[in-house]
């Protein structure tokens, strides 16, 4: 088969799609395109969602490296000095120490059971985004007293009726509103609401925020444990490195080290293997479909086109070349089709980044790499290929009289 | 130029065998415009495939310019049919997708004697010839009968064959239109000196022939062929 035959070959398949039924050609390049958007966006969907959680699992939970009690144990304890330590360690851009106390909170005639966070303000901007996204107020200060800042989802809309609410609320606080806490030690004092954020990460807006220091006056005393230490990689050090390095310099001995890596393998491994088999029956059903759809095209095609085959056939035109002709069409096809499905999708990616979908849980958008659009534009290619060629190969196998008397 | 040697083909339909050709021995000589006549059925179209190397004979031999085409593979007859002889079909069999041009250019294209300036120069030459040097950029559907006849004969020429073979190129056509194709071809084996084989049923077309030849049945009808 030599360079004038392909020549050939591609000659006629161009003519035939230029010329021949362009309905037919079109509803296939669309189909072709329908199924590309099929298999990448369920995939990146899936993605978009589990980077979404990942996400806000390192921004509000976890940061790069966790340091929790150790088993058995409810607090980490020592806290000052492990802050020390770890914050002098070459990579850890910071620490930040988090205890939770629970606590009743009080606005008029509403009461609601929340979970109240104490932070180092300063610290804590440095490990997580919260302080960007409060939506009224301002973020908490390193000496802050009496003053804390609660999540929407608390504060809650005066507008709806506490029946019609979707979860309980305060009914309608609002920045320098001034709300009751009765802690679990008993410890009663009113606060000033100083801020009120949305993060869009469920556990931390159904939480709240105050101070380390006002938090040691509930407690009564210098408050000299944590829940956990969430620490924040300086850019250019692994998380593996940060954790190394806390084993080795004995952080290991006050409590458990954790990468995000290895607690989001524990927390949404399973999600992550779920969605990958349903993205497997996704993609292999869109290849089915894919392929099943361009062979009945092209044995369609070939079969009204026996006649011509045979007469191409008699005047010396080789097999060969009759069957890349269909093989080209085929290609040619894929291709348009491929190139659609990418335009499509990438506006469904830019649709959904401005308005993605959002649960109460996560919000999520496609996640599509130039990688995902490759590999799946060659999957789709090869199964083009495959289905088109198949009848190609049958039909010019047949013998010139057969095919002329069609 | 081409021997036949007791050509017989039987095709089986069902239970009953038929004898389209049953021993067919003939020779045809180099620039000789041969007619085959015969009522429908006689088997001038499977003898004209057969000598064409559209058909394979069930016995027999076809010597075509000292060669057994029996002997020759697949892709062999398929290159024999490109490069030394040409086709003229009963329906014109153009590729409804192409231009004139590119109907007429095809088989020139696939041979690997000629570049693309020579294929193109040949067709412009025999659509010249033809006098549809000005529709070259039509496609056959805009084309009457006789000019999509004319177009065939144009592809079937481009590439110089030993041997143009024309199975009842008439049929579809008007008296006027087959005139204008059968003087074509006339002009041709005159002045090119081409061996033509075309099968025919009407009468007046035995004035263009060198020599007929007459089936009955499967064999040469002896009547006829004295």
Redesign the interface.
Known sequence: M?Q??L??AF??AL??L???SRSSAILTVLIIGMCFTNMIFLPSMFSGIGQSITKQLVDYEVSNVLVSPKSGAQYITDIGTTLDLINGMPGVQRASPQYSKGATFKYRQRVLGVSVRAILPTDEKEVSPVYTKMVAGSYLGEGDTGEIIIGRPIAGDASVRQEDEFQPSLGGVRVGDSITIEYGNGYTKDYRVKGIYATGWSPVDSAAFVTWTDMEQVEGKTLDKADYITVRAKPGYTEQFIKNELLAYGVGVNGKVQTMTDLLSKSIGKVLQSFAIINMVSLIVSIIITTVVLFIVITIKTINSR??IG?????????E?IMHNYGFQVIILGILGIVLGIIITLVLAAYMSVHPIVTPEWSATLYITPWDLMINSVILFIAAIVAGYVPAYQVSRED??TA?RA | MIEIDNLRKTYHMGNVEVKALDGITLDIAKGEFLGIMGPSGSGKTTLLHMLGLLDLPTSGRIVIDGMDISKLTDYEKTMFRLYKLGYIFQDYALVPDLTVMENVSLPAMLRKDRNEDQYRKDSHGILQKVGLCDRRDHLPRELSGGQQQRVSLARAMVNKPEILFADEPCANLDSENSKVVLELFREINESMHQTIVMVSHENWHKEYFHRIVYLRDGVLDPARNQ
């Open positions: 030599g004038k035959e020549k050939v000659l006629l003519r035939s230029q010329r021949g006649k011509q007469i191409l056939k008699a005047i010396g035109v080789d097999k070349v010139i009289q002329m």
